[in-house]
């Protein structure tokens, strides 16, 4: 294992004995790094422990993961290692070759990813007691031995008192003490001399109360239909065992949970556990109620759990008392001891991927896994991915695929088989024949030659909207923009107002709490502020333009415009503004959903928090106010984004017996994203831009590996990406024309929060020939200054 992280080759020094540990630091050090074992806590040490250990000059002490115990080092001086922080094993041994994958695979020091996998409230050990352990480490002769030579008359009474217990017995340190009449501290001496160990121990029968004994199912399995079944079938003999992918392809509302339903059900009863992966939007009572109502031990991770609770579910996960685990992303790492299947529900979903060190991808994660553990993996989506629906319509096709797959690195690629490991299934159809949404679109071009003044809302919306209102259905309105404006422009100096730190516009937020009546001061001038959205910064809209005190015009649209508009053209409607202004906890969004249920809410209006992933049925037209905003981004994947935001609210749409109708309001209405949403096709659009991402060879058709360097001094910048680029090109000139560099260049945002960031970014058909450049590149440990150089492999995100 450590081969994999190099060491100073030096000659083993006689002096030390082993046994020895290799520790991964958690500060991120790109390396292994050995230490001594001092003979009271040799017994006690387990790969998978976190340790204390002492690190640099000052010996400060650290926190590490034991990875390995061995006989031999090549280091010649060696620390000794200072406690065991926590008896458990945190990182089972298929955990800690996921971590070591992922340390490999996302040029990540392995310290950093296990840092990531280990809850913080499991680490800090928050909500249980812990107690420290004393057990003796000699036999009971040898203790009668030791207790006849000294003379000690404290010491004496410990050793006697130790003589009492069974062999591997502890007794929590306080006992010991005051059963002999002494200190701790007297006590703490022997584990110098090699007689006792003391280890913290967690008191763990606190944690009695089991998992979900609480929720008691109430559901029976649903009578699947012709095309679920068909799938089942096909599903069920992959259910069993073995490493497969298989990418569930439905249409919205065509049942594709009811399948993961009953795929866990059979994981289940093979006496295994399932893991559910769901986005963080998702995870509301709708989604949650949908599992526990159907099993009995279902332990869901969601954003809002306290501490305590995510220290005992991981507990209980553990220790195998949860058949089912419902997460968002970092579920992926729930140590459930007996793995039978792993689902990744709306796969194609941004929020899997991680933005900070690890930067991984879960479903990526998720296949990783599932190979390791030889189990199933099923993705769902009404919108996959392009990688995943690439992957698996070649791989069923039996054909080898045109791209070596990136999921796999070069030293895991698993061998040839003869079944192929991506299958690709389909549900065509909604449950229950009901009709996919009729969506029609809305030409913004034309609209505004009929109606003078600012119209969010297109004269069809607006009536369609009045006509749902009036039959007692709801609505959904999508804007997928927060705030009031995305511009604050000056028409005379033809400038928009920039964020002082960032290189974004600042977009204008009104007031809180300001109804459009009150959103004017007496001038008639806008009240409210200015933000940045990724600085977070706020500043008062000024009344004139800073440089030539002109008046300002507020450009571009947001979600407030849209209320105010609703507001102005729908006096007596009751609906929610549902975005990240407005919904400041999950608490917040539930509750409005709730209310959305109970019908004292008409319409939802909101950013992509109400596009995916919500069931009711009497929501029976939805309006997408612009379904621009997203095309425009300097990212190639824009239109796929678009294509999928659109599907998906428009899937929102006719989910009860009214059939669902969507209005779909566009500038640009000949963009192939636009028009294939209309017919809600995936296929074609996927063909199109397959065709697109092969002819200039961008995934799925190469692995992409984006680095940024960030520094808020541009000369130094400037100098450090010079430097990084002039190191990776000669790595990448190694490879023939496989790899292609592109950069130094300002990345799209080129200064977030003070910072100038510039992009270098590697391309390659051949993964492993990639993972040598960064390979080499790590050697040399220039990617080891992370907070200046962010590697981010597969980035699903370019900004
Ligand atoms: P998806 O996950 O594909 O959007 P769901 O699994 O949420 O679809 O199914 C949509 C609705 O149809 C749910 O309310 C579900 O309970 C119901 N449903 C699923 N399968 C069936 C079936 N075979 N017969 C009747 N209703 C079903």
């Not at 945190?90 to 996302?106: C, F, H, N, T, V």
Request: include cysteine.
């Amino acid at each position: 294992m450590t081969s994999l992280f190099p060491q100073i080759d030096t000659p083993v020094q006689e002096s030390n004995k082993g046994p020895f540990v290799a520790v991964a630091i958690e500060q991120g050090i790109d390396r292994l790094l050995d230490y001594m074992v001092p003979a009271g806590l040799v017994r006690s040490l387990r790969v998978g422990q976190r340790v204390k250990v002492p690190l640099g000059r000052n010996n400060r002490s650290v926190h590490g993961i034991v990875i390995e115990v061995k006989h031999s080092t090549t280091y010649p001086r060696l620390k000794s290692l200072l406690a065991i922080d926590d008896d458990r094993v945190l990182i089972d041994p298929k955990l800690m070759e996921l971590a070591l994958w992922m340390s490999r695979y996302y040029i990540t020091p392995l310290g950093t990813v296990l840092e990531s996998i280990v809850p913080s409230a499991v680490k800090r050990k928050t909500g249980v007691g812990t107690v420290r352990m004393v057990r003796a480490l000699k036999s009971r002769a040898e203790l009668q031995e030791s207790f006849e030579s000294t003379r000690a008359p404290k010491r004496r009474a410990i050793l006697a008192r130790l003589m009492l217990l069974e062999l591997n017995e502890g007794i929590e340190l306080p006992k010991l003490a005051s059963e002999s009449g002494c200190t701790p501290a007297t006590v703490t001496k022997l584990v110098r001399a090699g007689l006792i160990s003391i280890t913290a121990e967690q008191d763990m029968p606190r944690f009695a109360d089991a998992i979900g004994q609480a929720t008691v199912p109430t559901e029976i399995d649903i009578q699947l239909n012709e095309g679920q079944q068909k799938v089942f079938t096909e599903l069920l003999p992959r259910l069993g065992g073995g490493f497969s992918v298989n990418l569930l392809l439905g249409v919205t509302g065509s049942g594709k949970t009811e399948i993961y339903l009953q795929c866990i059900r059979k994981v289940i009863e093979q006496g295994k556990q399932a893991l559910i992966l769901v986005p963080e939007i998702a995870l509301t009572p709708q989604t949650v109620r949908r599992f526990t109502a159907r099993f009995p031990r279902v332990a869901v991770l969601h954003s809002g759990l306290s501490q305590t609770e995510r220290h005992r579910f991981w507990h209980q996960i553990s220790t195998g008392q949860a058949d089912v685990v419902v997460g968002a992303r970092s579920a992926i790492f729930a140590p459930l001891p007996q793995l039978g299947a792993i689902v990744v529900d709306e796969e194609h979903e941004s929020s899997y991927k991680q933005d900070t060190a690890p930067r991984y991808h879960a479903r990526d994660v998720a296949i990783k896994r599932g190979q390791l553990e030889s189990i199933p993996v099923l993705l769902g989506s009404a919108t996959p991915s392009l990688e995943m629906y690439y992957r698996s319509s070649q791989s069923d096709r039996n054909a080898p695929p045109a791209s070596p797959d990136p999921r796999a690195d070069s030293q895991a690629e698993p061998a040839a088989s003869p079944e192929p490991i991506y299958h690709l299934l389909h549900l065509p159809r909604r449950v229950r024949n009901l009709a996919l949404p009729h969506v029609e679109m809305i030409d913004l071009r034309q609209e505004r030659t009929f109606r003078s003044g600012v119209h969010l809302l297109s004269r069809r919306l607006e009536k369609l909207l009045g006509e749902t209102l009036a039959k007692g259905e709801q609505a959904i309105l999508l804007l997928n923009r927060r705030g009031y404006s995305n511009f604050v422009y000056c028409a005379s100096c033809q400038e928009a107002i920039h964020c002082k730190y960032c290189d974004t516009t600042m977009t204008y937020h009104r007031s809180a709490g300001a109804d459009p009546g009150t959103a004017r001061s007496a001038e008639g001038a806008h009240t409210g502020q200015l933000h940045c959205h990724y600085f977070l910064a706020v500043n008062p809209l000024p009344e004139f333009c800073p440089a030539c005190k002109k008046k300002l015009i507020l450009f571009g649209l947001g979600t407030q415009r849209v209320e105010e508009e609703l507001k102005r053209k729908f006096p007596d409607l009751s609906f929610e503004r549902v975005d990240s202004d407005t919904m400041r906890s999950s608490k917040d969004y539930e509750a409005t959903l709730a209310r959305f249920a109970g019908k004292t809410i008409q319409v939802l209006l909101g950013t992509q928090m109400i596009a995916k992933g919500l069931d009711f049925p009497n929501v029976t037209l939805v309006g997408v106010i612009s379904g621009d905003t997203a095309l425009a981004l300097p990212d190639f994947r824009a239109a796929e984004r678009t294509f999928q935001l659109i599907t998906q609210v428009a899937g929102r749409a006719g989910r009860g017996d009214v059939p669902g109708r969507v209005v779909l309001q566009t500038l640009l209405p000949e963009t192939p994203a636009i028009r294939f949403a209309l017919k809600q096709d995936y296929a074609g659009f996927a063909a199109e831009e397959l065709g697109l991402r092969k002819e200039v060879g961008l995934p799925p058709f190469a692995r992409m590996v984006r680095i940024v360097i960030r520094d808020t001094d541009l000369d130094k910048l400037h100098a450090r990406s010079e430097d990084l680029a002039a190191s990776l090109s000669e790595a990448v000139l190694e490879q023939g024309d496989q790899v292609r560099l592109r950069g130094p260049m300002p990345c799209p945002i080129s200064r977030i929060s003070g910072y100038f960031r510039n992009q270098i970014v590697l391309i390659s058909p051949s993964p492993a020939r990639l993972q040598k450049v960064l390979a080499s590149l790590r050697h040399e440990g220039a990617l080891a200054k992370s907070d200046r150089i962010a590697v981010d492999v597969d980035p699903v995100s370019l900004l």
